[in-house]
Nanobody, 123 residues
Framework: QVQLVESGGGLVQTGGSLRLSCAAS????????MGWFRQAPGKEREFVAA????????YYADSVKGRFTISRDSAKNTVYLQMNSLKPEDTAIYYC????????????????WGQGTQVTVSS
């Protein structure tokens, strides 16, 4: 079992930045690819970014490419999402998740999920 705890959400103005963190409970963190998803009110959960097991490959949704950066620190069992140039449409609950698969955009293939952290971008 892998437990994930997100932190770092909050209220920020348009154009601002936030850094989300996701701490994993076990050393087996290093066996999983990690992803960030978000869900806005009334919308489905959508893929934001993912990073491979070793961290050599990263993947982004088109809507965040060039603004968000995902990274992982295996020594700290933590994955990060640096979010820059935030827009009101980035407002959502952000979730981190762990997967054993390589289809990183597929919500259903993630086995473990955090509780989510709220990000609100004011206009």
């Amino acid at each position: 079992q892998v437990q994930l705890v997100e932190s770092g959400g909050g209220l920020v103005q348009t154009g601002g930045s936030l850094r989300l963190s996701c701490a994993a409970s076990r050393r087996t963190f290093s066996n999983y690819a990690m992803g960030w998803f978000r869900q806005a009110p009334g919308k489905e959960r959508e893929f934001v970014a993912a990073i491979s097991v070793i961290g050599g490959s990263t993947y982004y949704a088109d809507s965040v490419k060039g603004r968000f950066t995902i990274s992982r620190d295996s020594a700290k069992n933590t994955v990060y999402l640096q979010m820059n140039s935030l827009k009101p449409e980035d407002t959502a609950i952000y979730y981190c998740a762990a997967t054993s698969y390589s289809a990183y955009e597929e919500v259903r293939l993630y086995s473990y999920w955090g509780q989510g952290t709220q990000v609100t971008v004011s206009s």
